[in-house]
């Protein structure tokens, strides 16, 4: 098992550009998830897949922003229309989890650095 | 409002001295509390899940302990190797947190040799 790997690491970009990340999960973890992160601060929760079912998504989370889990595998976010506050890490996590609800260890990918310019 | 506080900031130890760090929460019910280690650079790093009062959980220099109101997490003969930010995060109970983890800020903690 590889772990959580995440492309591109790092991705620079202008403003007003369409940019897209890919994550790919531990193979038999049927949780993805989604945060993101900026200097001197915890991880910001963007979205979470039950396999390829998108369950919840933050409510501070612009219209810009779109994330697809085709055949609950790989996953990707996009961002529309960048602007220079989109500028932070992006991670990725996946773990394993039923229909109960209670969230397990999440196991995290490298992130990709976002940089707008 | 569900909350999630870490102290402090940032702490430097010398190699050898232990030390605590410490996160309260202000959550309507606790579902499960985590400890995460992160690197510069690198996406966090699972340590430990306690899930009620009294719970303890030890790895090498490290245990972690959950009170009704706040977790530490102990670090004991500390080596530079420890040295990173640590996370705690919650889940709660709310209809409105329950899928999700709130983080804390981190405590950046520096090991000198």
């Known amino acids: 098992d590889t772990g959580v790997s995440q492309d591109p690491r790092h991705k620079i970009t202008k403003r007003g550009q369409n940019v897209t990340f890919r994550c790919d999960p531990i193979s038999e973890h049927n949780r993805l998830y989604w945060y993101r992160q900026t200097l001197g601060q915890g991880p910001e929760f963007l979205t979470y897949?039950?396999?390829?079912?998108?369950?919840?998504k933050s409510r501070l989370l612009s219209d810009r922003f779109s994330a697809e889990r085709p055949k609950g595998s790989f996953s990707t976010l996009e961002i529309q229309r960048t602007e220079q506050g989109d500028s932070a890490m992006y991670l990725c996590?996946?773990?394993?989890?039923?229909?109960?609800?209670?969230?397990?260890?999440?196991?995290f990918g490298p992130g990709t650095r976002l940089t707008v310019t | 409002e569900d909350q999630v506080t870490q102290s402090p900031e940032a702490l430097r130890l010398q190699e050898g001295e232990s030390s605590s760090l410490n996160c309260s929460y202000t959550v309507s019910g606790l579902r499960g509390l985590f400890w995460y280690r992160q690197d510069p650079g690198k996406g966090p790093e699972f340590l430990f899940t306690l899930y009620s009062a009294g719970e303890e959980k030890e790895k090498e220099r490290l245990k972690a302990t959950l009170t009704k109101k706040e977790s530490f997490l102990h670090i004991t003969a500390p080596k530079p190797e420890d040295s990173a930010t640590y996370l705690c995060a919650v889940q709660a109970k709310n209809a409105g947190n329950n899928r999700k983890l709130i983080w804390g800020l981190g405590t950046s903690l520096a090991v000198n040799p």
């Open positions: 897949f039950q396999n390829e079912a998108q369950l919840e």
């Open positions: 996590a996946s773990s394993s989890g039923g229909t109960s609800g209670l969230i397990y260890e999440q196991y």
